[in-house]
């Protein structure tokens, strides 16, 4: 497409020697493309992707009646299904006929085509719900928008509980960092002065429902906390950002993900165009990296080889520091990928843990209750905000529970909203019917639980020895399975749930604790992990390379553990702290 | 009950739609042309008499009523003529659907034959009622009325509720515009204070 900053999109030269070439343009490549040219440094991010009119796509304020299918992506596209990730091995679209297969987030026509299609990106092993985003922007295109930050009851979990390792990092450390990107990009929160889910640099709040704040009191009394959505969006506008607006509280943002005012956070708009403007970033889209090259005398990083996406013809980009942000498990395939003498088991791997150590976010554990007090309430506009309530991890933090280690968030909602939550809970037909989905519609609560899965080394991705992707890039194979403690974890997880929503008198309609498949969470995780001790992790603290000094790994891989909260502020803060750090030992000739 | 009621589905917004997602609108009907069925004029997943008895089941399902109108107004039943047929006819699941419906209409008629010795849409509206409430209550092991029924309740049910009629007239639905604050009352003093009272009082 066409837009700002064009010639920037086309100014890409294989003969340039770039200060610093960033892999992916998401949460992780824009935070680096954004504060390496910031401070200076002439800047290539190559993105898989198009550049996408992604307001086209969105068309957030679209009625539903305003949609020849109701909003429906295309007939002839299949979305994977829970069962379908559970009952079959991956590469998942070989079973079905459709051209176009996606991962379950598609079946949306506003989201589909902003997914890769399975057919073309195949991977193999143990089931896996992986979904991507190959576009400018990644996938924060279609971010969820919680933005938290982790604490050193996560940093530091493995001092308190014994299990893997501690951060070799501590909140204090990242926490000036946290506060950059909040001012930068915006988020939106209440403070709580809790100290395992520290406060932000927040803009106006989001405000809780009558049933929420309700909740909020109840389970108060009980030492837990129901808190507004804290969303990376910015209530209040950032005048240092033209091209994103304020959030209008227009409501409907119930097709999570993708905001086409952009007053929720994307790449695209929240730091890529600020990069541009500096005037020392190129972008070049269509970029499908495959492999890091290596400089044959010093073992360094020399570039990055791409092909591209559409003419399969293939580059090498030459840069004096390479960025991997293509997303954890693209960037741990990159890693392997790029095998040379120097490296043989691949780039950045001697100590043989890249690709282990996966973790991430559990789901599945659920409840749906009804507030019979709220029945025939006057109409509300409660979903004219970034997102409902959340309740953050209370399980082992004063005390320990003895079933489980570490602990899990609700993210939940509650209250009116476009499509009547009561329209499949009522019973009958007619008129009756009609009128208990109106007079409920405002009275449901729901929420569900993200848990931390713990890290274990078993756990991750190697290259297949055969399959290959449409670009002939071997393709990753899964080897993840949940233990015992996430499956006891997630029955606490529903008693938990059904013991709040009870204690605040709001009658349970359905609960499960079933787990949905890995990957589910989108919050892939590890892989790469960074420590102090290079024979057992990858990265050091400033997710720089171990055994490479001028290569760094600025996404989600780098993450020891998952803590139990949504990971894309803290990869922004660690990027920026990164890249900080990059820049810095540029300038003094040490990478 | 006239063939008055059989309208014409509303396509001038829809291919607004398409348009504006830059899909062909053409191509939509040209790929369906072989394999719809050619009934008058209309080429739908429907015939006109199957038509009009999803538009009296699912006035049955969703009325009008004093404070709103209910299917029919919604044009409930084009939206899922529209809906079957786009489905996808290689795909099990769908092609399961489509023939749901075809074999829940005939079955429909038949029972409704069977008490009334009159098709579904012939019957007054408290004998339709009558007759759907036997198939509300049908047991799972009918699986042919309870799954058809369940099928028709949720299908219409999502086809009223994303009309501008479910949207607008019956639910009242305020968001999708602007608005200079958020909604709710404010939320107290921060739970970490309050927390802090909680364990200082604690003996």
């Given at each position: 497409m066409d837009g700002p900053f064009d010639a920037a999109f086309a100014?890409?030269?294989?003969k340039q020697n770039y200060d610093a070439i960033v892999v992916g343009s998401g949460a992780a490549g824009g935070t680096a493309a954004y504060v390496l040219t910031s401070l200076g440094l002439r800047v290539l991010v190559l993105e898989a992707g198009e550049r996408k009119n992604v307001d086209e796509e969105l068309?957030?304020?679209?009625?539903?009646?305003?949609h020849l299918r109701r909003g429906?992506?295309?007939?002839?596209e299949h979305a994977l299904n829970r069962n379908e990730y559970d009952l079959q091995r991956p590469p998942y679209a070989a079973s079905f006929a459709e051209p176009r297969v996606t991962s379950y987030l598609g079946g949306s026509d506003y989201r589909t085509r902003l997914l890769v299609n399975e057919r073309d990106n195949p991977y193999t092993g143990t089931p896996f719900a992986w979904v991507r985003a190959r576009l400018l922007g990644g996938k924060t295109n279609i971010w969820g928008r919680l933005a938290l930050r982790l604490s050193d009851l996560d940093f530091k979990a493995a001092s308190r509980d014994g299990y893997g390792q501690d951060w070799p990092l501590s909140y204090k450390d990242i926490a000036p960092y946290y506060d950059r990107v909040d001012r930068f990009l915006g988020v939106a929160g209440y403070a709580e002065l809790l100290p395992h889910m520290p406060d932000g640099q927040f803009q106006t709040t989001p405000r809780l429902t009558k049933a929420e704040l309700h909740l909020r009191a109840t389970l108060a009394r009980l030492g837990r906390v129901v808190t507004p959505y804290r969303a990376g969006v910015t209530t209040d506008g950032l005048a240092h950002n033209k091209y994103r607006s304020r959030c209008l509280r227009r409501g409907a943002c119930h097709r999570k993900g993708g905001c086409d005012i952009h007053a929720a956070f994307d790449s695209t708009t929240g730091y890529l165009f600020p990069a541009l403007e500096t005037g020392k970033l190129t972008i070049r889209c269509n970029a499908t990296a495959y492999e890091v090259t290596v400089d044959p005398h010093t073992g360094k990083a020399r570039g990055v080889a791409f092909v591209d996406s559409q003419t399969k013809k293939t580059y090498e980009a030459r840069g004096q520091t390479v960025v991997l942000a293509a997303s954890t498990l693209e960037s741990t395939r990159l890693l392997l990928l790029s095998r040379s003498r120097q490296h043989p088991n691949g780039i950045g791997n001697s100590s043989g843990h890249v690709g282990h150590n996966f973790c991430e976010h559990l789901m599945g554990p659920k409840i749906v209750g009804v507030m019979r007090s709220q029945a025939g309430a006057p109409r509300t506009r409660d979903d004219g905000r970034p997102g409902g309530f959340y309740i953050p991890r209370f399980q082992n933090v004063d005390s320990k529970h003895h079933g489980f280690l570490r602990g899990y968030g609700f993210e939940g909602d509650s209250g009116s909203a476009m499509l009547p939550r009561s329209m499949s809970w009522a019973k009958g037909f007619g008129k009756a019917y009609k009128k208990d989905v109106r007079d409920y519609a405002g009275a449901f609560v729901s929420m569900g639980g993200f848990g931390e899965v713990l890290p274990q080394f078993e756990n991750g991705v190697s290259l297949d020895p055969a399959l290959k992707d449409k670009w002939g890039i071997p393709v990753l194979r899964f080897r993840v399975k949940f233990g015992d403690n996430e499956r006891a974890m997630a029955k606490d997880m529903e008693a938990q749930a059904r013991t709040m929503l009870e204690a605040a008198g709001i009658e349970v309609h359905e609960s499960s604790s079933s787990l949905l498949p890995a990957g589910w969470s989108i919050h892939e995780l590890g892989t790469a992990r960074m420590g102090n001790d290079p024979r057992t992790s990858v990265l050091n603290p400033f997710c720089q390379s171990h055994d490479v000094k001028n290569l760094f790994v600025m996404d989600g891989a780098g993450f020891v553990s998952a803590g139990s909260q949504n990971p894309t502020w803290t990869i922004m803060a660690l990027a920026w702290r990164s890249s900080e750090r990059l820049a810095e030992e540029l300038r003094k000739g040490n990478l | 009950m006239s063939s008055k009621s059989i309208r014409p589905l509303r396509r001038d917004l829809g291919a607004v739609a398409l348009v504006a997602a830059g899909l062909p609108l053409v191509r939509i009907r040209k790929l369906h042309a072989a394999e719809a069925p050619t009934a008058g004029a209309r080429a739908g997943f429907f015939s006109p008499h199957q038509l009009l008895t999803v538009e009296h089941l699912a006035e049955q399902i969703i009325p009008q009523d004093e404070h709103s109108p209910g299917a029919r107004e919604a044009e409930a039943a084009q939206t899922i003529d529209l809906y079957l047929l786009d489905l996808?006819?290689?795909n099990s699941d769908h092609v399961k659907r489509r023939a749901l419906w075809k074999r829940g209409l005939v079955h429909i008629d038949k029972d409704a034959n069977a008490r009334f010795a009159k098709p579904f849409v012939k019957l007054k509206a408290d004998d339709q009622y009558a007759l759907l409430s036997t198939w509300a209550d049908t047991p799972t092991t009918d699986p042919l009325r309870s799954a058809f029924f369940a099928e028709l309740k949720a299908r219409v049910a999502w086809a009223y509720y994303t009309s501008a009629v479910g949207i607008h007239q019956d639910m009242g639905y305020l968001g999708n515009t602007y608005s200079s604050d958020f909604e709710g009352e404010a939320l107290g003093p921060p739970l970490g204070i309050l927390f802090k009272q909680m364990k200082d009082e604690a003996p």
């Open positions: 100014a890409f030269d294989p068309r957030s304020t679209q009625w539903p009646y305003e429906a992506a295309p007939y002839n | 996808n006819p290689r």
